[in-house]
């Protein structure tokens, strides 16, 4: 089925069979569905939502430009998937909402949905099926929310998305050390780096993971970064737990808990071993009810057969 795809991270854009949706050129109605979509989980007042979105004018003024711009959202949803678009908003005199989100594909949608299936779980106890949907969620993260906009709406939920986007990145690189694959932790690491440099916790694992991937001196070099960055941002010293595992490492004693790339290697292959398992478990259920099928098919035929005789 065709769907509406909508993506809210970096530039707006909204695209149905693979051409831009014809009506959302303008800011205010990109604004406008973009609120409903973000906050789609409930009904909302009409005053509250034109004081959110035109709060710089009169009470009157901001509800004429809500119903203006709520006619050209409308429009514009109306001209995508075939003339089903105004299933996507229910309006009411006093209240408006979205109404349905069948045949619409959301970035963030799927983004909230993968950490709410992490939510609570540490990194190194996330199942392969879970660790996937991580990381197709953290590819979708191609900006910060709706980039140069600066309502306060916006700011305030484009806040509450990185801090997802970090905690995601945060359990991958904790799966990333217990499963062996440390250059990939260390991407997703450097990642955080780039929204907070200060991040000390962030620095301490990848210290870690350039240890065990046998980079010492990378991992000195990290240490070195880290002081420099916690001196300019925050005019601090690193905590003890940094400076004592840069003294293990510089001493190349091996931290507490640590364990050589070689070792980290084999649990990878473990790893590994469990979801090809869980994959061929997966391809054996396919195979049994394909026969299943098969069997309610000519069963059906030979019932056919037995009626037309």
């Not at 800011?27 to 959110?52: G, M």
């Not at 806040?159 to 997802?164: D, G, P, S």
């Not at 690491?189 to 991937?213: C, N, P, Q, V």
């Not at 510089?250 to 070689?262: A, F, I, M, Q, Y």
């Given at each position: ?6 993506s809210?991270f ?7 069979q ?6 959302f ?33 009169s009470?009157?003024?901001s ?8 006619w ?53 106890a ?16 191609r900006g ?35 499963s ?12 955080i780096l780039?929204y ?14 350039l ?10 070099r ?12 925050l ?46 478990q ?12 098969e ?15």
């Amino acid at each position: 089925m065709s769907m509406l795809r909508v993506s809210l991270f970096g530039k707006f854009r909204a695209v149905y069979q693979s051409e831009p949706v014809s009506g959302f050129e303008t800011r205010k109605v990109q604004e406008l569905f973009a609120y409903f979509l973000l906050n789609r989980d409930h009904p909302h007042p009409r005053e509250t939502v034109a004081s959110a979105l035109w709060g710089e004018y009169s009470t009157a003024q901001s509800k004429k430009h809500l119903r203006q711009t709520l006619w050209h959202v409308n429009a514009a949803l109306e001209g995508a998937a075939n003339g089903t678009g105004r299933s996507f908003l229910q309006v009411e005199p006093e209240w408006i909402s979205l109404h349905s989100t069948f045949g619409l594909w959301l970035d963030v949608a799927v983004f909230e949905a993968a950490y709410e299936r992490a939510r609570n779980v540490a990194g190194d106890a996330l199942t392969p099926e879970v660790v996937i949907g991580l990381q197709e969620a953290v590819e979708l993260y191609r900006g910060d929310l709706l980039e140069g906009w600066y309502q306060d709406w916006c700011i305030y939920e484009r806040e509450r998305l990185q801090n997802l986007y970090l905690t995601m990145l945060d359990k991958l690189m904790l799966y990333c050390e217990a499963s062996g694959a440390y250059e990939l932790g260390f991407t997703y690491g450097s990642r955080i780096l780039k929204y907070d440099r200060a991040r000390e916790r962030t620095h301490r694992r990848l210290m870690r993971l350039l240890y065990l991937a046998g980079d010492r001196t990378g991992a000195l070099r990290q240490y070195d970064r880290c002081v420099a960055t916690l001196a300019e941002e925050l005019n601090v010293k690193p905590a003890r737990q940094t400076t004592e595992l840069y003294e293990q490492i510089r001493s190349d004693n091996g931290p507490k808990g640590l364990v050589r790339v070689e070792q980290g290697a084999a649990r990878s292959q473990d790893l590994g071993k469990d979801v090809l398992g869980h994959l061929k478990q997966i391809q054996r259920t396919l195979a049994n009810a394909e026969h299943d099928v098969e069997q309610d098919i000519r069963a059906v035929q030979e019932a056919l057969r037995a009626q037309d005789s």
